[in-house]
């Protein structure tokens, strides 16, 4: 006779995603074990630094709708942690003439989902806020419900409300093995074997590590990623209050942010660094990309100087760039979980919609494109990363 299980659910990985689902598993009424092999706040994965963008601009209407919940639930998570975790400034896109989507694929999509959008020229953008110098004839679209999520803090006070749901949350202890019994599943973590119902595997750059052995491997691409602080001639005027968050569309794409959690102001590129093994990876920032962003930012934000801090971190793609939210088509009581290198501003949402799987509950949404058995994750497909 098989011992009782000693968890309902078994969060493996508590950075942005894991730490959400063990909040709302607990609050959901769940026995709830969190197990993360790192010291809890680590800086070698995907969820660290002071701010992540969020934004409904998207170019497909389900991801501005999904924007638009998660704004929602991060309100439900501020007043259950009596904290402000989103700073809204409003939200500038400027459309390089090579970028892979359009302005008006953007404004379709954000129009569709419910949002509302301003469309702006160049020479607009630079008459409402002067420490943006774009091209005068740049098309370019704003919105007000953008800014930026204290991530490093919305991480925190999810474990916060976790524990104080029930869970059980331990950190230096890596999870070597996930086996199904019966159907319990086994979790080997620490030296000790946990039986609990079902796993949510929210194990970031790590997941196929747990995956292969389950005969369940994703075609996943982990690239290491870079931001920069970079020193501000004037700090006051990029004061949240004062400027925006903005993202540049191109073939290289950056984006930026106001001041915040240091003393300079932070911009990066998206998905432009080089692939890489989460075991492997260095933490050496990339001087060549560095020079790059400083070059390009030097130009848009010209009261903006050299990068005075750079932090490396690991994105996790899949093939199209959607969300992996999803039992196991082989293995039902596994959850998988994948934010690629947009998922931070639905940290919350997602992590709720992992909890309620686990639970054996319809996720709310339920969107058929964050399936882990999708056509895009078919076994033999190309793994690359598209560029959106
Ligand atoms: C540079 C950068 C900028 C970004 N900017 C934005 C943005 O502006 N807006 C936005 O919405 N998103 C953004 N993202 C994406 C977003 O931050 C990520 O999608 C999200 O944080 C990923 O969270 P995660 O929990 O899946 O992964 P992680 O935070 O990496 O968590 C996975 C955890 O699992 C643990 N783990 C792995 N294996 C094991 C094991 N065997 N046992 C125990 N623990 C294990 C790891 O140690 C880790 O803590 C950005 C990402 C990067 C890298």
Same mark, same amino acid.
């Given at each position: ?11 493996? @990985? ?19 074990? !969190? ?40 309100? *439900? ?24 989507? @359009? ?37 370019? &679209?704003?919105? #007000? ?19 104080? #749901? ?37 194990? @970031? ?25 970079? %020193? ?17 569309? !191109? ?9 915040? !959690? ?5 911009? %990066? ?8 093994? #989460? ?19 030097? *130009? &848009? ?88």
């Amino acid at each position: 006779m098989s011992a009782e299980p000693a968890a309902d659910v078994a969060v493996v @990985g508590l950075g942005g995603l894991g730490s959400a689902a063990a909040c709302w598993a607990a609050r959901m009424g769940a026995r709830v074990v !969190g197990l993360e092999q790192f010291p809890l706040g680590h800086d070698r994965g995907g969820s660290h630094d002071h701010s992540r963008l969020i934004r409904l601009a998207y170019h497909h209407p389900d991801y501005v709708r999904l924007a638009a919940t998660a704004y929602d639930v991060w309100g *439900e998570v501020e007043r259950a942690a009596g904290e402000q975790l989103v700073h809204l400034t409003g939200g500038i896109d400027m459309f390089g003439p090579d970028a892979p989507l @359009g302005r008006d694929v953007y404004a379709a999509g954000m129009i569709e989902g419910g949002a509302e959008v301003e469309l702006l020229t160049g020479a607009d953008v630079s008459s409402r806020w002067p420490q943006l110098a774009p091209p005068g004839d740049v098309p370019a &679209l704003a919105h #007000a419900r953008a800014g930026f999520i204290a991530s490093e803090r919305a991480t925190a006070a999810h474990q916060r409300l976790a524990r104080e #749901a029930g869970a059980q949350l331990q950190d230096g202890c890596a999870v070597t093995a996930v086996r199904p019994s019966g159907r319990d599943l086994l979790v080997e973590a620490g030296g000790r074997t946990i039986r609990c119902r079902s796993v949510i595997l929210s194990a @970031g750059a790590w997941l196929n590590e747990l995956l292969e052995p389950l005969g369940a491997s994703l075609p996943l691409t982990v690239s290491r990623e870079q931001i920069s602080y970079l %020193a501000a001639d004037d700090l006051d005027r990029f004061r949240p209050d004062r400027f925006p968050v903005w993202i540049w569309h !191109g073939a290289r794409t950056y984006y930026g942010f106001p001041a915040f !959690g240091e003393r300079a102001v932070k911009a %990066a590129e998206d998905q432009g660094g080089p692939e890489v093994t #989460a075991r492997t990876r260095s933490f050496d920032p990339d001087p060549e990309a560095t020079a790059r962003l400083h070059r390009f930012v030097s *130009e &848009l934000v010209p009261g903006l100087g050299p990068p005075v801090l750079t932090k490396t971190c690991l994105y996790t793609m899949t093939p199209d760039r959607d969300f992996v939210i999803s039992a196991l088509p082989r293995h039902p009581g596994i959850v998988a979980a994948v934010a690629d290198g947009h998922g931070f501003k639905f940290a919350s949402l997602l992590g709720r919609m992992l909890a309620e799987i686990s639970l054996g509950r319809t996720p709310s949404p339920d969107l058929e494109r964050f399936r882990a058995d999708r056509p895009a994750l078919a076994p033999g497909r190309d793994p690359s990363p598209a560029r959106v």
